[in-house]
């Protein structure tokens, strides 16, 4: 089905035919801008943004890209084409038809799953509604934009999810998507990382290719759900979401690809000269991905975790690309977990696999990070140097979990804890370095131009040159 530009909220999902749910949606829209206007890029609103929107929802040109002013952009509820048959892949249920209807039985659960995804969207623009100020480049300022906006319409698609199957409950629920605000003292948001303050561009990439990485992995677990309306809603939230990655992925590039140039200029690689030619060097880079990566993997849950097996085992939430796996029952499988063994050791624990589910998609994460890594450690080896980025241990600096509170170097070697103690600072962002990144932050806002600190990306927007006017500053 198309999608209907003509209604107020925009959809695909025929919400002419509904005029309760309509209604109710039309109610929650105007508290969704105020939101927007508050907590959003509130510094940017009478400004041309060169966006993209979904027209449709098929693979092939579902979006649409012009000059839209934020506040006026087109949220709406999109789901991805219903496959026709679709039968339950993983848990009891296995081979079933999915339901239309979430299952009164697993209505909690379900509730729980979609406000916990639906509350990382808002958190996110929240968190980065200040970037807009310090933009190292018009290009990377549209790009912070598209992100917020589908954050917001990401927020959207949960939010029609709990009106249109959780009735009061579920409208309650959506009220309070909009009263949590990240870092909040009284009402924080509910999870840990989108409490933390991203103040800079290097902490801006580095949430994009890690924390929305993760949610790129919950949502390719909600999109094997059973619950069908909710697997179609995240699989189309996986088309947007894949160029949030891409921003991660190359902001990051680009800052290493400046530290090389720079390196290469001063003929030296030592950090203090590259930062004082006002590149970021890369040990600074390194403790940057040490403090993202390892506060994501937390966001995946405990190793071994009964509340996975049972959302498995019902059919709620599958693994990412459930189909690659041959065994989609997994009811008499185990896993083998590696856990501290009390005496400063590891130790192998055999768990039921279907406990393990946080661990297998964390692992799953984690080989989809490395894939970057490799990648700007490539263009380090062809630049002529030795140093090697590396991601930690899926046990360094854990706060849940088996490894929760261990002390380990990054690689994942137990350590005695005085020694932790001390190392620690060396291997996360310092002040000092926080403070030389936030020193660098400094807005760039002509066409075509970068800031110091960061390498031109190889190409632009929509098959536009570099140097196109992607936002017209009001
Ligand atoms: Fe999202
Ligand atoms: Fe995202």
Request: hydrophobic letters at 40%; charged letters at 25%.
């Amino acid at each position: 089905m198309s999608i209907d530009y003509a209604e107020r909220i925009p959809n695909n999902v025929n919400l002419a035919n509904d005029r309760t749910l309509q209604r109710a949606l039309e109610h929650w829209q105007p508290k969704f801008l105020d939101w927007w206007h508050q907590l959003g890029p509130h510094d940017f609103a009478g400004s041309d943004v060169y966006l993209r929107t979904a027209v449709g929802v098929d693979a092939q040109g579902w979006a649409n890209y012009g000059y839209v002013k934020m506040p006026d952009y087109r949220w709406g509820i999109f789901l991805a084409d219903a496959l026709p048959d679709r039968k339950i892949g993983f848990g009891d249920a296995y081979g079933q038809p999915v339901w239309q209807q979430v299952p009164g039985e697993f209505r909690s659960q379900f509730r729980r799953l979609i406000v916990t995804q639906g509350d990382t969207e808002p958190a996110s623009v929240e968190q980065q509604h200040l970037l807009g100020r310090t933009c190292p480049s018009l290009y990377d300022l549209r790009n912070l934009f598209q992100i917020n906006v589908e954050e917001g319409r990401h927020l959207w698609a949960m939010v029609y999810l709990l009106h249109a199957y959780f009735g009061r409950d579920g409208r309650e629920e959506a009220e309070e998507l909009l009263a949590r605000h990240s870092g909040d003292a009284d009402k924080p948001r509910i999870l840990g990382t989108f409490n933390e303050p991203i103040a800079d561009w290097l902490s801006f990439f580095m949430f994009s290719y890690f924390t929305d990485r993760d949610g790129k992995f919950q949502l390719k677990s909600l999109a094997e759900s059973s619950f069908d309306p909710l697997a179609r809603t995240c699989r189309f939230m996986l088309t947007e979401e894949a160029h949030h990655m891409f921003v991660g992925d190359t902001g990051i590039g680009r800052v290493i690809r400046r530290a090389l140039e720079v390196m290469k200029e001063l003929g030296t690689d030592d950090p203090a000269a590259v930062r004082r030619h006002g590149a970021i060097d890369l040990p600074t880079v390194q403790r940057y991905i040490n403090f993202w990566f390892t506060s994501c993997l937390d966001l995946f849950g405990s190793e071994v975790s009964s509340n996975a097996a049972v959302t498995f085992a019902n059919g709620i939430k599958g693994r990412p690309d459930e189909s690659q796996y041959e065994d989609h029952v997994c009811a008499n499988a185990t896993f083998p977990l590696e856990v501290p063994d009390g005496r400063g050791g590891v130790a192998t624990d055999t768990v039921p696999l279907r406990n393990a589910m946080n661990e297998v998609a964390r692992i799953a994460y984690a080989k989809d990070c490395d894939i970057g890594v490799k990648r700007w450690n490539m263009a380090i080896k062809r630049a002529g140097h030795d140093f090697q980025l590396a991601l930690p241990s899926l046990r360094f600096r854990r706060s849940i979990g088996a490894w929760a509170g261990a002390a380990t170097d990054p690689a994942g070697k137990p350590i005695a804890r005085a020694e932790y103690d001390r190392r620690l600072p060396d291997w996360l962002p310092s002040e000092s370095d926080r403070a030389f990144v936030g020193s660098l932050m400094h807005p760039v806002r002509e066409p075509g131009k970068m800031a110091g600190w960061i390498a031109p990306p190889d190409r632009g927007i929509n098959n536009l040159p570099v140097a196109y006017e992607y936002v017209r500053l009001s």
